[in-house]
Nanobody
């Protein structure tokens, strides 16, 4: 079993910034890929950004240049620095971890961008 502690969501004005964090714990030796997905109301869950244990990153086109994902392997923790936020970024953001070919998901944290 894998547990996640997600934090950093909240309400921010357009143009503002937020930093999400996600710490994973449980019975595993290492995590291959970690990342963030978002789900807006009435829409499917979609990729925001992922990062491998080696530091390779992948971003959705909509967030390139605005969001930065980083990782602390020793703490099994990832971060998502989100800048220049706009109302279209409003969604529940879910932490993701791939461990031994299985996908695990956090409970999600709400990000609302509104004036």
């Amino acid at each position: 079993q894998v547990q996640f502690v997600e934090s950093g969501g909240g309400l921010v004005q357009p143009g503002g910034s937020l930093r999400l964090s996600c710490a994973a714990s449980g019975r595993f030796s290492s995590i291959n890929t970690m990342g963030w997905y978002l789900q807006a109301p009435g829409k499917q869950r979609e990729l925001v950004a992922t990062i491998t244990s080696g530091g390779s990153t992948n971003y959705a086109d909509s967030v390139k240049g605005r969001f930065t994902i980083s990782r602390d392997n020793a703490k099994n923790t990832i971060y998502l620095q989100m800048n220049s936020l706009n109302p279209e970024d409003t969604a529940v953001y879910y932490c993701y971890a791939a461990i031994r070919s299985r996908a695990y998901w956090g409970q999600g944290t709400q990000v609302t961008v509104s004036s």
